[in-house]
């Protein structure tokens, strides 16, 4: 049989995990909103260049890494992108 205390936790942290998930969904939204703008700058400036969205994910826009992990996952995804051809 669960205590007063604990059911109390128990509803803190449901609604802490609901929070979460409206702020993750927020952050999600915001950065599909920011890259899909990126995206249209550099289209309207290089026309012609074909824009990587795996590239673009990592440049510019605030990625959520180390400078020096931001560096290994360009390395990785230049690899990979010219070993694909």
């Known amino acids: 049989m669960k205590t007063n205390s604990q059911e109390k936790i ?5 609604d802490l995990k609901r ?8 952050a999600s939204a915001l950065q599909k909103t920011k890259s899909s703008v990126v995206r249209s700058v550099l289209r309207k400036k290089y026309p012609h260049v074909q ?22 996952q360009l390395r990785e ?4 992108r010219f070993d694909e051809k």
């Not at 128990?10 to 449901?14: G, K, R």
């Not at 824009?51 to 020096?68: A, F, N, R, T």
Request: charged share 35%; net charge negative; glycine share 2%.
């Open 51 to 72: 824009i990587d969205p795996q590239l673009l994910s990592l440049v510019g826009s605030d990625p959520p890494l180390s400078l020096k992990e931001e560096k290994q």
């Open 77 to 80: 995804a230049i690899a990979d």
């Open 10 to 14: 128990l509803l803190e942290i449901q």
């Open 19 to 26: 929070r979460l998930y409206r702020v993750e969904r927020k």
